[in-house]
Every structure is written in structure tokens, then in C-alpha cells.
């Protein structure tokens, strides 16, 4: 299980600080802590980094949010995680923090402490709530087949597109990924998500530092060939940083596809199709890095064998 916590604090010294004795304390046991400090920093990170955990300060002078705004933000854009808030003034803010303590995603509200009392305090409730994750992995599955049917479910065009994009980035993160850039666009093309390829497993190194997904959330339409030697085209074009990519889809797959794939099977990069059953069977499973290694295995042997 992935454990990386963001610390979110509007003081450089405060959020370094905090990581690096929660780092002492819990390094050893995989915990990974990430210090935030400036405005564009923070919310990119909550934008496009893997977490399970947010520990949050309410109290940001210089900003133009506070922390109960971030909190929201977290609870809006990832619903795999939760926050932790933390503070001197916890008391003027109280209004605010019942009203996100509603959401049921608030994992504790805290005044901050002399740091001897207060890291193992912190340490102790850091590791109850990931053994809660592991324990009840049903609750994040159940979480993301609520948004992938979500995303499924849109009438309207765009938010199609934006909902299974924002599906897929979760359900990626969940594997393990920790940086996923979302519609990164260059003078020639865009890609729907860059997931970096930071897993440390030596199946997976072998296809790259990064990974290109194309998200294609239609109902009418099949993916069929265009598609795929568009979305190839891509990958020829990345300097060889991509040896894999991905077209996820809750559409039909043409069969001048699968020709296509063969037809192509020699040049750089391999490309696999991640079709409803594909999402379905990564959404339940309790080892996703495992499941998605065996999808991957399971397609290229396809082509290998034909």
C-alpha cells in the first residue's frame, strides 16, 4: 500500500519541520511525507499527486484560501481521501470545521502541540487510519465504482470526458502511481494523463518513466483503428521516456483494432486496452499493482502468440 501524506502548511519551517519528524518517526514503516509551503505548490499537489492522507493547517495569512477551503477542495477532488486538520487557532475557526466534519471525510481536527507530545500522538493516529485502509479495502472499491458509474452515467459531453478522466486518475493512484498530470497538451497533440512510472517494481520499469492513458468515455461510438494509431503516434513522439500506453474506455472495441495491434506489434511501445470488464476487474481487486501486471501480461501475450 502506497502511504504518502501531503502536509499542507502556509510556513516553510512548519511543514519541513513536521515532515521530517513524522519521517523519522514512520519512514521505516513506508510512510512517505510531502512538505507544502506556497500556493501554486499546494494546489497542484492536490491536483495531481497520489494520497490517502492530508494534514492541513487552517490558518494561511498570506494566502488566498484558508485550510478549511483546502479541506473542501481535497473532499471535491479526491474522494479516496481524507484530511487532518491542525492548528493553534482551532477555536475561531469551529464553525467552519462542523461543517466539513459533516462530510464525514475530516480524520481528526488537532491543536497543535510541543512536537516531544505531540509526533507520537500524530504517528499513533496516522497508523490506526492506514490499517483501517487495509483492513477495509472494500470501502475504497466501493468508492470508485460510485465514480466510475458516475462518470459512466453524464448526459453531457464534457463532463463525460472530465468524470472518467478524474475516475481514472483515482482508480491509478489507487494502484500505487503518485504523480499523474492531467490534459497535457503540446504544440502538436494532448495526452488525457501522464501517470509517472515511480512504482519501484521491476515488471513495471521496463516500460518507461512515464505512461501515456487516453480516456475514452463514449457509448455510440467503438474505439477502433484511428483511434489506436492516433493514440501510437503519441508514444513514437515521446523521445522513448514511453514504453506504455493505455486507452481506457467504457465503449466497444472495433476489431480493426486488434489487427492494428498486431500489425504494429514490432514498433515502439506496447499498448493495451483497459474496456469496461478490464476496469471492473481492477475496481474489485484487492491487488490492483497485481491485477493491472497480469491485464498487462494477459494482452501482450495475446499479440506474441498470434
Known sequence: ????????????????GLSKLLSKELEIEGYSFEALYEEEMIEEAIENRYFNLAIIDIRMDDFKFNGIEL????????PLAKVLIVSSFTNSYLKDIKEVLLTGRILDWQEKEPYDVWIPKLSKLIRDYYQEIYENSSETNNALMSIYAEAKNSQKTYDKGVKFENFLSLLFQSIGFTFIQKRVTDSTSEIDLIIRNDIKDAFLVKFGKYIFLEAKNRVSE????????VFRQKITSSNQLVELGIIATTANIAKTVKLEELRSSTEQGKIIILSNDELIRLIKSINKLAELKKIIDEQIREVISV
Open 222 to 229: 467503438p474505439i477502433g483503428k484511428n483511434d489506436f494509431v
Open 71 to 78: 479541506a473542501k477542495k481535497v473532499i471535491s477532488i479526491n
Open 1 to 16: 500500500m502506497n502511504k504518502h501524506i501531503l502536509i499542507i502548511d502556509d510556513e516553510k519551517p512548519q511543514a519541513e
